[in-house]
């Protein structure tokens, strides 16, 4: 049975978004457990507060799980008053769910990966980038490599290029079956504000709606 992965992600939101993650997060391992499937985080990257997620990598596997994601993957919506900032008025928070397709194959370890943080290219001259925070992350057993650079902060680099390296063995696999073909389709989805395919509410993270049947 092919397991998958799937990236929670707070985009480039606010605190407020970074809560609705860690929920998202929760929520996800939670009844994915209720569900009868096997849930497993891979990598997080914790956010400006104790408690908050940037990001996070879910491995998922077991019966039924298509339709389970069926209710998960896109933009989550979150309906709350701030609980950082009460005298702003906004009150809808959205995450990014997205699913990645993992090998049946090559399952993803820990172990196997070796994560590594250089120097990310930038301008030459007097702005030359000087900080180290992009990251390459390398599966041994293939030697797949994988680099995330456009973020400021290599914790804010390292989900997406384990995300990255999760589809380049993906990829891998189904070129051997020679299922693949010549192409592959991108999986990644943008964060879609405003298209929310689920929607909770309250501190509680309550669900309130769901739009896929």
């Known amino acids: 049975m092919n397991a998958t992965w799937v990236h929670v992600t707070s985009g480039e939101g606010p605190v407020e978004c970074e809560r ?3 929920l998202v997060a929760d929520a996800l ?3 994915a457990a209720e569900a009868g499937l096997a849930a497993a985080v891979l990598d997080a990257v914790p956010g400006a507060a104790t ?3 940037r990001s996070a990598l879910i491995a998922l596997e077991g019966e039924g799980l298509d339709e389970f994601l069926l209710f998960w993957t896109g933009t989550v919506r979150w309906i709350c ?3 950082y900032r009460p005298p702003n008025r906004r009150k809808n928070w959205f995450v990014g769910v997205e699913r990645l397709a993992a090998s049946e194959e090559t399952a993803w370890t820990a172990d196997e990966v070796r994560v590594e943080v250089m120097r990310a290219s930038g301008p030459g001259g007097q702005h030359a980038n000087t900080t180290a925070s992009a990251v390459r992350v390398t599966h041994e057993p293939t030697g797949l490599v994988a680099i995330a650079r456009e973020e400021r902060s290599q914790h804010r680099n390292k989900a997406p290029a384990l995300a990255r390296l999760a589809e380049l063995i ?3 696999n ?3 079956q020679r299922q693949a073909g010549t192409a592959r389709r991108e999986q990644h ?3 879609v504000r405003g298209n929310a ?3 909770s509410e309250g501190p509680d993270f309550k669900r309130t709606t769901e739009f896929r049947t």
């Open 20 to 22: 609705a993650a860690r």
């Open 29 to 31: 391992v939670r009844e």
């Open 51 to 53: 408690g908050l997620l």
């Open 81 to 83: 008053r701030s609980p």
């Open 170 to 172: 993906a990829g891998a």
């Open 174 to 176: 189904r070129q051997a």
């Open 189 to 191: 989805r943008g964060l």
């Open 197 to 199: 395919v689920r929607t």
